[in-house]
């Protein structure tokens, strides 16, 4: 029988990139995401290279009774998930503190922090029901360190590090195993949409260095998932050959701030 992961911002990036690498290893899915076009050809792309089942949620995860009725909404023979990939999150902005935009902080904290919380609220039980199960965050590089101008940003990334590491404590003694994979600079649409939609500016932050690609990070959650029964990856650090740290990158052989991760 197939396993069930269910994983959250699906429509690009490494939520598309996890699907394809979960379904080409005999998974069935439920992706979900807030642009069901996108996530309706995931669908047709999976079933027809990989036989792989897929049900397709379009709600929006910063919604509670959105995210409670979708998972309520699985049909019996879709409840048995025995993966969660809690993917989706996004930046907003870049400005200091003092001049941070509020409707960006509501949107960062919303979508990372509680979107994560409702769908992991509503999935935990399962597993816990069944006495196993693994749960993957995808945190950041920012859950590890800070830079300028990322401030609430970091701090919802730091908050799902935290959140990953309460996880693992409580839902251990069900069987259930808690997973944190933290990439560095990814070029995926994550600068776009921090920047929003301002293409040359979210191309800048990449320009000179090769970054992480979402297939790199698809690879780490993978590995995660298929060790065996006895093994847990408590917390994996991916970065780039050419980012040392949060901010110390090399471009072209001159050392530069970088504007994401």
Same mark, same amino acid.
Request: aromatic share 4%; proline share 3%.
């Given at each position: 029988? #197939?396993? *069930?992961?269910?994983?959250?911002?699906? =429509?690009?990036?490494?939520?598309?990139?996890t699907a394809e690498i979960l379904a080409e290893n005999g998974y069935n899915l439920i992706v979900t995401g807030r642009r069901k076009g996108l996530l309706?050809?995931?669908?047709?792309?999976?079933?027809?290279?990989?036989?792989?089942? &897929?049900?397709?949620?379009?709600?929006?995860? #910063?919604?509670?009774?959105?995210?409670?009725?979708?998972?309520?909404?699985?049909?019996?023979?879709?409840?048995?998930?025995?993966?969660?990939?809690?993917?989706?999150?996004?930046?907003?902005?870049?400005?200091? *503190?003092?001049?941070?935009?509020?409707?960006?902080?509501?949107?960062?904290?919303?979508?990372?922090?509680?979107?994560?919380?409702?769908?992991? #609220?509503?999935?935990?039980?399962?597993?816990?029901?069944?006495?196993?199960? %693994?749960?993957?965050?995808?945190?950041?590089?920012?859950?590890?360190?800070?830079?300028?101008?990322?401030?609430?940003?970091?701090?919802?990334? %730091?908050?799902?590090?935290?959140?990953?590491?309460?996880?693992?404590?409580?839902?251990?003694? %069900?069987? &259930?195993?808690?997973? =944190?994979?933290?990439?560095?600079? &990814?070029?995926?649409?994550?600068?776009?949409?921090?920047?929003?939609?301002?293409?040359? #500016?979210?191309?800048k932050v990449y320009e000179g260095l090769a970054p992480l690609s979402a297939d790199d990070v698809a690879e780490a959650v993978w590995f995660a998932l =298929?060790?065996?029964? %006895?093994?847990? *990856?408590?917390?994996?650090?991916?970065?780039?050959?050419?980012?040392?740290?949060?901010?110390?990158?090399?471009?072209?052989?001159?050392?530069?701030?970088?504007?994401?991760?």
């Open positions: 029988m #197939r396993k *069930i992961a269910l994983i959250t911002g699906a =429509s690009a990036g490494i939520g598309t990139a309706d050809k995931l669908k047709s792309e999976l079933g027809v290279k990989f036989k792989s089942d &897929v049900l397709v949620l379009n709600f929006d995860i #910063r919604d509670r009774a959105q995210t409670e009725a979708a998972i309520d909404s699985l049909p019996k023979s879709w409840k048995n998930v025995d993966v969660l990939i809690n993917n989706a999150g996004l930046a907003a902005g870049l400005a200091p *503190i003092q001049e941070g935009s509020a409707d960006d902080w509501d949107q960062m904290i919303d979508t990372n922090i509680r979107g994560l919380l409702y769908i992991t #609220r509503k999935v935990a039980p399962l597993m816990v029901k069944r006495g196993y199960g %693994h749960i993957v965050n995808i945190t950041s590089i920012a859950a590890k360190e800070v830079y300028e101008n990322g401030n609430v940003y970091c701090a919802t990334k %730091h908050a799902v590090d935290a959140l990953t590491r309460g996880m693992r404590i409580d839902l251990v003694k %069900h069987g &259930v195993k808690v997973t =944190s994979i933290a990439p560095g600079m &990814v070029n995926t649409e994550f600068s776009l949409v921090r920047f929003k939609g301002d293409k040359a #500016r979210a191309d =298929s060790r065996p029964a %006895h093994v847990n *990856i408590n917390d994996m650090l991916l970065m780039p050959t050419a980012q040392a740290n949060i901010t110390t990158t090399v471009r072209k052989q001159n050392l530069s701030q970088t504007e994401t991760s």
